[in-house]
């Protein structure tokens, strides 16, 4: 059976990529292949970029209130495709359903705060600066942004900076995970019959290539990107060389404690949620967790035989709680991973390595592991693994989960449980990363705060979303008047 090739959309227009370099698109619960998608090249990007260059000036041109009114007609759009775009999303990255619907949720929260431009864009002025001479500084729309985006959360990430980008007056060219294509390919499908006018917005298949050309184009003024640290590192160098602006947000190393004063049976449900949703490949998962104290035996039980009853299937079963990790080449890092664990000495204490689920034989999944006793030094305890293996590090007090946190490099999230509002405090206070969870298992800010870390888990200083989010898309002109 012959799977649907997917297009690019340039200037208004469905176009089929001429390169020969195509790449298959996978159903990670049955294992089948549901489609192809190519790997663009540069000059694709290029004519994506001109249409871009060209819908620049009248775009630029056109009342940011009447811009807004494209994001209210999208939102609705949006509103109606709905359960279409979750189900798309499960069925080639995986994910549960309700994990799909939760982001396609996060993904229009963002479309509605960017149609606030016309307050989140003005400037400001102060009269008399000197005798009779006045002074504005006046946000202005820059040009050509991109972004290049993960696997991880096909449909929201590119979503932290387009409608923004947008909104505020600039046009944008998009490349999506070669690993998940289908997924903007639907929500272009919707955006191209709302009418933006044609090369307001681009999206460009591709893979390594296309990243490239983006970097590579002198005509994009700035890059958001979201993915691995190492990843991030190469695209805020690259910016750096060619004087694009960046954001660029990397992995994580997430550790959640767990104090002896804590609520646990409350907070259960939202540490399960935080270490096995997505099967554990996001970036604010819970990879370490940290029971403090003379409460630790009890928190290994409870937390280990909750997911012991996690329901492992395919994402678009309503009763599934956890569904595969994107892809069979993922499947074999995740599983080198538990091997490692169990070469440098930790207790695996629930083995999710042979996991299978009955229809699914091909399927790509990986069954909720735990690892007890393991310590700060050990691999499972550093390096990101972006699935359900999670490392139980005991800790004596507060302190030493502060420095277990402080000392990962990846600065992206942390979060406590306690009772106690001075604890509270004090780990919000000292610790390195940017996101902080307070019995908050998933630290996960809202359309209208920023997001992004710290460390070596964000590069660049504007974050994705938040009120700061217009400053990255804007170049503040500041005029100085004296009336003769």
Same mark, same amino acid.
């Given at each position: 059976m012959s799977q649907p090739v997917l297009k690019n959309f340039v200037n208004g227009e469905w176009i089929l990529s001429k390169s020969k370099n195509i790449g298959d698109v996978w159903c990670p619960a049955t294992g089948e292949k549901i489609a192809t998608v190519p790997y663009s090249t540069g000059d694709e990007v290029d004519q994506a970029?001109?249409?871009?260059? @060209?819908?620049?000036? $009248?775009?630029?041109?056109?009342?940011? %209130?009447?811009?807004?009114?494209? %994001?209210?007609?999208?939102?609705?759009?949006? $509103?109606? /495709?709905? $359960?279409?775009i979750a189900r798309i999303m499960t069925r080639e990255q995986g994910k549960a359903i309700d994990e799909s619907r939760g982001e396609v949720r996060r993904m229009i929260e963002n479309v509605e705060h960017a149609t606030g431009v016309t307050t989140m864009m003005t400037g400001y002025c102060l009269e008399d600066i000197a005798k009779n001479i006045d002074c504005t500084a006046e946000p202005q729309p820059v040009g050509v942004f991109g972004c290049i985006?993960?696997?991880?959360?096909?449909?929201?990430?590119?979503?932290?900076? #387009?409608p923004y980008a947008v909104v505020s007056g600039n046009t944008y060219v998009l490349k999506p995970s070669e690993q998940v294509p289908m997924t903007q390919t639907k929500i272009f499908e919707i955006l191209g019959e709302i009418g933006f006018p044609e090369?307001?917005?681009?999206?460009?298949?591709?893979?390594?290539?296309?990243?490239?050309?983006? #970097?590579?184009?002198?005509?994009? @003024?700035?890059? /958001?990107?979201? +993915?691995?640290?190492?990843?991030?590192?190469?695209?805020y160098q690259r910016c750096g060389e060619t004087g694009k602006r960046v954001q660029a947000l990397g992995g994580a190393k997430n550790i959640v404690a767990v104090m002896p004063d804590a609520d646990l049976d409350k907070a259960l449900p939202s540490l399960i949620t935080s270490f096995f949703g997505c099967s554990g490949q996001r970036c604010l998962s819970g990879s370490i967790l940290m029971?403090?104290?003379?409460? *630790?035996?009890?928190?290994?039980?409870?937390?280990? /035989? *909750?997911?012991?009853? %996690?329901?492992?299937?395919?994402g678009l079963n @309503?009763?599934? +709680?956890?569904?595969?990790?994107? /892809?069979?080449?993922? &499947?074999?890092?995740?599983? !080198?991973?538990? @091997? &490692? !664990?169990?070469?440098?000495?930790?207790d695996l204490i629930l083995d999710g390595r042979n996991c299978t689920v009955s229809d699914y034989p091909?399927?790509?999944?990986?069954?909720?592991?735990?690892?007890?006793?393991?310590?700060?030094?050990?691999?499972?305890?550093?390096?990101?693994?972006? +699935?359900p293996v999670i490392s139980i590090v005991r800790a004596k007090n507060l302190d030493e989960v502060i420095d277990v946190v402080n000392t990962r490099g990846y600065a992206n999230a942390a979060c406590v449980y306690t009772s106690s509002g001075p604890v509270a405090r004090e780990f919000k206070y000292k610790v390195k990363p940017a996101m902080v969870g307070i019995n908050i298992g998933?630290?996960?800010?809202?359309?209208?705060?920023?997001f992004g870390g710290a460390g070596e888990s964000m590069f660049g200083d504007i974050k994705g979303h938040g009120r700061e989010i217009f400053q990255f898309f804007t170049n503040k002109k500041v005029v100085i008047r004296r009336w003769l």
């Open positions: 970029v001109k249409a871009a260059k @060209e819908a620049f000036w $009248e775009w630029r041109c056109t009342p940011p %209130l009447t811009r807004a009114r494209y %994001l209210f007609r999208l939102k609705e759009a949006f $509103e109606d /495709s709905f $359960e279409d985006a993960p696997y991880n959360f096909p449909a929201m990430v590119p979503w932290w900076f #387009l090369g307001v917005v681009n999206m460009v298949h591709g893979s390594r290539d296309v990243v490239n050309a983006m #970097l590579d184009n002198p005509d994009i @003024e700035g890059i /958001s990107f979201v +993915g691995s640290t190492p990843t991030a590192k190469y695209i029971p403090v104290g003379g409460i *630790a035996d009890t928190v290994v039980e409870k937390f280990k /035989s *909750a997911a012991e009853k %996690l329901i492992i299937g395919d @309503e009763n599934t +709680g956890m569904g595969p990790v994107v /892809s069979q080449k993922h &499947k074999e890092r995740v599983l !080198g991973y538990i @091997e &490692k !664990g169990i070469k440098e000495g930790a091909g399927g790509f999944f990986v069954g909720p592991t735990i690892f007890d006793n393991v310590t700060p030094d050990m691999t499972i305890a550093r390096e990101e693994i972006f +699935g998933i630290a996960a800010p809202m359309s209208f705060f920023p």
